[in-house]
């Protein structure tokens, strides 16, 4: 008989998208984001930051083509991390909660950029679970308890804003907080895996 798999204290993941998964923030943009060739000059670094599901193109602002859009490392890491620990058939999931200026730009550019598999797109990470609006992360983070069946002891949430970060630890207290001014980093992914005591 097969044994069961070990769960997980983490089970749902949020983070929000503008500086945290990505950059630049759609406000930054001044057109909407387009597809076009891979500049050859382009550091292997940043090749691998701006990947979308189409070879050999990536994503830029219409307006400056010079401004790639770039998925932090720290952000495609752990996302990749959630995608093979669910593959193997633990139960965790990633979703977004965002209050990007241009919802329709943010989910354009979850369909088209992947992660380091140069493959699974940040769409198919998020799936349903993307709650994107002006509301306040507390109330977004509530739909996602009401639509995943998540406690929130069982949530941690991802934020480069402050305020966000102290909404949430201020309303949804069991929820686990953590504050990443530069972007999704590893570190901050491994922080979040200590607090649920996950080795």
Known sequence: MKSKLPQYPLRLAVF?????????????????????????????????????????????????????????????SALYEIKELRK???????????????????????????????????????????????????????RLHQATGVPYHEMCFFDNEHYNIKDVQRKLPAVKCFYTPNGMSEKAWEEAKRAFRWE
Request: glycine letters at 6%.
């Open 16 to 76: 929000d998208l503008d500086y945290t998964i990505w950059q630049p923030e759609m406000y930054q943009l001044y057109g909407r984001p387009k597809l076009v060739p891979t500049p050859s000059n382009l550091s292997s670094n940043l090749v691998k930051e701006t990947r979308t599901k189409h070879d050999g193109m990536i994503l830029v602002d219409s307006k400056r083509t010079n401004t790639p859009m770039r998925v932090f490392p720290g952000a495609a």
């Open 88 to 142: 193997q058939g633990y139960d965790i999931q990633a979703a977004v909660s965002s209050r990007t200026d241009e919802p329709e730009w943010a989910r354009m550019c979850m369909d088209h950029l992947v992660l380091e598999d140069g493959v699974t797109t940040l769409a198919e990470c998020f799936g349903r679970r993307v709650e994107i609006g002006y509301n306040d992360k507390s109330l977004h983070l509530q």
